[in-house]
Structure formats: structure tokens, C-alpha cells
Nanobody
Framework: QVQLQESGGGSVEAGGSLRLSCAAS??????????MAWFRQAPGKEREGVAASNTDGSTNYADSVKGRFTISRDNAKNTLYLEMNNLKPEDTAMYYCAAKVVGSPPNPLQRIDYEYWGQGTQVTVSS
């Protein structure tokens, strides 16, 4: 079993910044082999992929966050990050970290292939 713990959420005004972290623990044998991603879910909406960090070093972003969000990982610390800049009210959501134990999914921003999920951290952006 892999445990994922998100942190760093909070309330900011539009234009502000936040940095989310996701610490992986448990059966994490090789963090750099794990496909990792951030998803978010606003009330009444489907959970959507925001950014993915793939095992080949590539990244993927939803169109809505390109140029504003940056995903990164520290394999030595088994930690995934999401730097969020120029936040907008429409970014308000619960943000979840997701992991696939070996390799990255063929569609990294789709939730279906991720095996483990964190409990989420709330991000609220006021106008």
C-alpha cells in the first residue's frame, strides 16, 4: 500500500500563489518509477486532471493551467509538488494527489489508471 498526504492548500486572493506538496510513504520502492499527478474537483463537478509528472521526465498540463502551474518532483524525498501562480477563482477546488506504482498511464491526465489517491487539500481563490 502507498499512502499519499497532500499539504499546502489554503485561501488566497486572485493573482496569488500557493505551493502544494504530496508526500508518498508506505510501499514506495522506487518513487521515480511512479507516475504522479494532481487532480482537482470543484463542488458539483467531475474530478479533472490538472498536471502530471511522468516517469520519462515529461509533464502534462490541462489547458486551463498552462503557463500558471508547474508540477515537479523530488525523488529523493518521495514528494510531488504543484506550484500555482496567478490563481483565479475558477481554480477553487479540492486538490488531490494520485499515483500509479509502476510507470505512467497512457493518458496521464485521466484518473482511471491511477491506483492511489490522497485525501485532498482545499484551495480557495477569492476575487
Amino acid at each position: 500500500q502507498v499512502q499519499l498526504q497532500e499539504s499546502g492548500g489554503g485561501s488566497v486572493e486572485a493573482g496569488g500563489s500557493l505551493r502544494l506538496s504530496c508526500a508518498a510513504s508506505g510501499a514506495v520502492w522506487r518513487f521515480f518509477y511512479m507516475g504522479m499527478a494532481w487532480f482537482r474537483q470543484a463542488p458539483g463537478k467531475e474530478r479533472e486532471g490538472v498536471a502530471a509528472s511522468n516517469t520519462d521526465g515529461s509533464t502534462n498540463y490541462a489547458d486551463s493551467v498552462k503557463g500558471r502551474f508547474t508540477i515537479s518532483r523530488d525523488n529523493a524525498k518521495n514528494t510531488l509538488y504543484l506550484e500555482m501562480n496567478n490563481l483565479k477563482p475558477e481554480d477553487t477546488a479540492m486538490y488531490y494527489c494520485a499515483a500509479k506504482v509502476v510507470g505512467s498511464p497512457p493518458n496521464p491526465l485521466q484518473r482511471i489508471d491511477y491506483e492511489y489517491w490522497g485525501q485532498g487539500t482545499q484551495v480557495t481563490v477569492s476575487s
